[in-house]
C-alpha cells in the first residue's frame, strides 16, 4: 500500500443528444477530495453538421471545466447498450464468458459479434446452483463512432462505461437511503428516460424508454404552431400548464407503470416506496405533483452531488445544474 498517493483529477463526461455535461473532481485512492468544477454546453440543434455542433459542445464544456490533462470517463447509451439481469447455474466467470460466446444472443437482442458483452456477478449461491449475472452489451458499431468522436480531443477516455450505469453509480453513491427501500430512480433526458430500480439491498435492473423532453417541445410547436427555439422556452417557463402536454405524459406514465409490472413480477417484491427523479426533462414545472398523484408515493429530486454539498469550493452554479448532472458524477466518481 503506497504512503502517500497523489491526488488525480477525473473528468465525468456525458455526452447526450440535447447537451453535454462535464463534472471535475479531485480524488485521492477512493475518496473524493474536491469538485473542481462542472460545465454543460446545449447542442446546436440548427447546425448542418451534427458532428461538428457535438464536437464544439464538448469542446465548450472542457473550456469551462478548466480541464487540460488528467483521466476522462465517458459512456455511451441509448438503443445501443443492452443491460439485463440473467441467471445462470453457478458457474465461474471463465465459463460464463465462454456460454457467452454461444448464448448472447438468448440474453441480447443483439448478434454476438456485434456488441461488445461484459458481465458482473452479483451473487452466487452454490446450494441453489444459481447465480444472478449482470450482462451489459454494447453495439460495437456505437462504440466505434463513440471513440471517433473523442478522437478529436486530446484525450483517452480512461473508461466508457454505459450511462445507466453511470446513473445508478452516482446515486448509489449519493446520500439518498436506498438500503431499506424500494426505489425507482426515472432519468428523463431529451431524447429517453432511463428507468432504474434499486430493490432493498441494491439490486436493480434498468430499462430505456424512448419518451424525453424532446418530446414534450414536439407537442408544444405542435398545439401552438410554434418554431422549435420558441417552444422549447415556453416549456421552461415557471407555471407552464401540464394539460398541454397530456398525451406525452400519458404515454410515459403507461410505460413507466409496464416497467413497475414486469419488475414486480420478476422479482415477486411488491411495491415502491419512492420515486426519485432526474434528468433535464425532469424540471418540467408540476411533474413532480403529477407523478406523485398518480403513483401515490413520495416523489423526490435526485442531488447527484448530495454527499458533498455544503463545501465551501462547491461550483456556484451546482444546485441548479444537479438535475443534468448525475450521468457525468457517475462517470467522475469511475475514473
Ligand atoms: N426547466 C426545464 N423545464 C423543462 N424541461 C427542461 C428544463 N430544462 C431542460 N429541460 C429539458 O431537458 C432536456 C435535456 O436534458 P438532458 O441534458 O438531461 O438531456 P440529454 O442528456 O442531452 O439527453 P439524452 O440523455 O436523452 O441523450 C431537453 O429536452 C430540455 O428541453
Ligand atoms: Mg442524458
Redesign the pocket.
Known amino acids: 500500500m503506497p504512503l502517500l498517493r497523489s491526488s488525480k483529477t477525473v473528468l465525468g463526461l456525458?455526452?447526450?443528444?440535447?447537451?453535454?455535461?462535464a463534472v471535475h473532481i479531485a480524488r485521492k485512492g477512493h475518496t473524493l477530495i474536491k469538485l473542481i468544477e462542472v460545465g454543460?454546453a446545449e447542442?446546436q440543434k440548427s447546425s448542418e453538421n451534427p458532428t461538428n455542433a457535438r464536437i464544439s459542445a464538448i469542446q465548450t464544456v472542457l473550456d469551462s471545466c478548466n480541464f487540460t490533462k488528467g483521466n476522462v470517463v465517458t459512456s455511451v447509451?441509448?438503443s445501443s447498450v443492452v443491460i439485463k439481469q440473467v441467471t445462470f447455474p453457478t458457474m465461474s466467470p471463465k465459463e460464463i464468458d465462454s456460454s457467452l460466446k454461444w448464448e448472447a444472443g438468448q440474453y441480447i437482442p443483439l448478434p454476438g459479434d456485434e456488441a461488445e458483452i461484459k458481465f458482473q456477478i452479483r451473487t452466487a449461491d452454490k446450494v441453489e446452483n444459481r447465480s444472478e449475472v449482470l450482462l451489459v452489451a454494447v453495439k460495437k458499431e456505437s462504440l466505434k463512432d463513440h471513440l471517433n468522436l473523442i478522437r478529436h480531443f486530446d484525450f483517452q477516455p480512461r473508461i466508457v462505461d454505459a450511462?445507466p450505469l453511470a446513473l445508478a453509480n452516482a446515486f448509489l453513491n449519493s446520500t439518498a437511503n436506498h438500503e431499506d427501500k424500494n426505489i425507482v430512480l426515472v432519468?428523463?433526458?431529451?431524447?429517453?428516460?432511463?428507468i432504474t430500480i434499486f430493490r432493498k439491498g441494491g439490486f436493480f435492473l434498468t430499462r430505456d424508454i424512448s419518451i424525453?423532453?424532446?418530446r414534450?417541445?414536439g407537442e408544444v410547436q405542435a398545439v401552438y404552431n410554434l418554431p422549435y427555439s420558441e417552444a422549447?422556452k415556453a416549456?421552461?417557463e415557471k407555471g407552464?400548464d401540464l394539460d398541454l402536454v397530456k398525451s406525452v405524459l400519458d404515454q410515459l406514465l403507461l410505460e413507466l407503470r409496464q416497467s413497475l409490472l414486469y419488475y414486480d413480477t420478476r422479482t415477486g417484491n411488491k411495491g415502491y416506496h419512492e420515486i426519485v427523479v432526474?434528468?433535464?426533462?425532469?424540471?418540467?414545472?408540476g411533474l413532480d405533483s403529477y407523478l406523485e398523484d398518480k403513483f401515490r408515493i413520495p416523489v423526490v429530486d435526485f442531488n447527484p452531488f448530495s454527499a458533498i454539498t455544503g463545501e465551501d469550493n462547491s461550483p456556484e452554479n451546482l444546485q441548479a445544474l444537479a438535475?443534468?448532472l448525475g450521468?457525468a458524477m457517475g462517470l467522475a466518481l469511475r475514473g
Open positions: 456525458d455526452i447526450g443528444s440535447h447537451s453535454v455535461k454543460i447542442i447509451g441509448g450511462t432519468e428523463i433526458g431529451a431524447g429517453a428516460t432511463v424525453g423532453g424532446d414534450f417541445t422549447e416549456k421552461k407552464f432526474t434528468g433535464g426533462g425532469s424540471r418540467l414545472t438535475p443534468q450521468v
